[in-house]
């Protein structure tokens, strides 16, 4: 009987298993390969400290994300906004009193009207008118009989009868009588009577010492006008104006006569007006710690209207500072810092002061010159 082999011996399950391990082997051996590979082309790391330094890689995502930028410098004013208020020039401006106690009569304007000079604004009936006029006929009679005695005197001396102290008595008293006429009519003129006597009703015309507008009105016909030093009305002449700007402490001293400013009003969006510093005030309010600056702008066609609110922007003067971004800054604790390009793509953060914002931009008094490179946009992604 012929003898058998190995592998002829060898169950089929055997042979099935053996070339099943021998299968899962290989593809062990390949996982194994594939892995290798793998961790071979594993991304760069996308910061690498060195110190003080991080450093971006090549390959780093953060290169796309990154901007870097040449800090410029700039010495143009930084503009400052303020609150103003359109104001009537207090040249140009008459508070109307009435001249007398008495009773307003009627009033033949309205707030707002425009009026002319010497037009008639109110009338008033007064006790003391009426002893004006009383004071002013009793001057005349006095003058007339003065006058009278005064021909006689003269009549009586050149008959021969030696009157010559008659005649200078009489000459005497018609200049005083002559005098107190005078008196009694610039009283009479000062209150805006007829200094003639013709006053009909002796009703007291209250007229407008300039052209203007009326902007203020305190009283109404029939009212009894017990104060004479209460205003009645104010007219104000509205062909020049004044913008009163609050200038804070802090900045008052950048500011002087002749200085440019531009001017908006709330009333006019998209307008702008230009005018210079007329004036500062040389001593701040006590309760706002503010002074006060004016400027003057023509006003022909009543675009500005007193008490309007307006925006004053001034262009303070600045010395040549460095200029960055706002994007740039980053909060690092209690201070404001940057990181600086020391090396292509390699930064140090540093901490600096800031100045003045101009729009989008801040000026740095310290801890940066002009030509340095720095972060401007992701910065925060460097940040501890």
Known sequence: ?????????????????????????????????????????????????????????????????????????????????????????????ANILPPLTGRLLELKVRLGDTVKRGQVLATMSSPDLAQAFADAQKARDALDLAQRALVRARGVNEAGSNAAKDVEAASSSVAQQKAELQRSEARLRSLGADASGAQA??????????????????????????????????????????VTVN??????????????????????????????????????????????????????????KPNMYATAVLGVPQGVQPQVPASALLMNNDSVSVFVEAEPWTFVRRTVELGREDGDKVRIRSGLAAGERVVVRGGVLLND
């Open 201 to 242: 009703g002796q009703v007291l015309k209250i007229v407008a010492p300039t052209s203007g507008t009326v902007t203020a009105l305190n009283a109404a016909a029939g009212s009894s006008l017990n104060d004479a030093n209460a205003v009645l009305m104010t007219v104000s002449n509205l062909d020049s104006v004044w």
């Open 1 to 93: 009987m012929k003898k058998k082999s190995l592998y002829q011996m060898t169950p089929a399950r055997i042979v099935f298993g053996v070339m099943t391990c021998a299968a899962l082997c290989v593809d062990s051996f390949d996982g194994a390969a594939h892995a290798a590979t793998t961790v071979a082309a594993a991304p760069a790391p996308m910061l690498v400290r060195q110190g003080n330094r991080l450093s971006v890689p090549a390959g780093s995502p953060l290169r796309d994300r990154l901007l870097v930028a040449t800090v410029g410098q700039d010495m143009l004013p930084h503009e400052v906004s303020l609150p103003a208020t359109v104001e009537a020039n207090p040249a140009n401006t």
């Open 247 to 304: 200038v804070p402490e802090g900045v008052v001293g950048t500011v002087a006569p002749g200085q440019n400013v531009v001017v908006t009003l709330a009333a006019y969006p998209g307008r702008s007006f230009t005018g210079k510093v007329a004036f500062v005030s040389a001593v701040l309010d006590a309760d706002t710690r503010r002074a006060r600056a004016r400027i003057v702008f023509a006003n022909p066609d009543g675009i500005f």
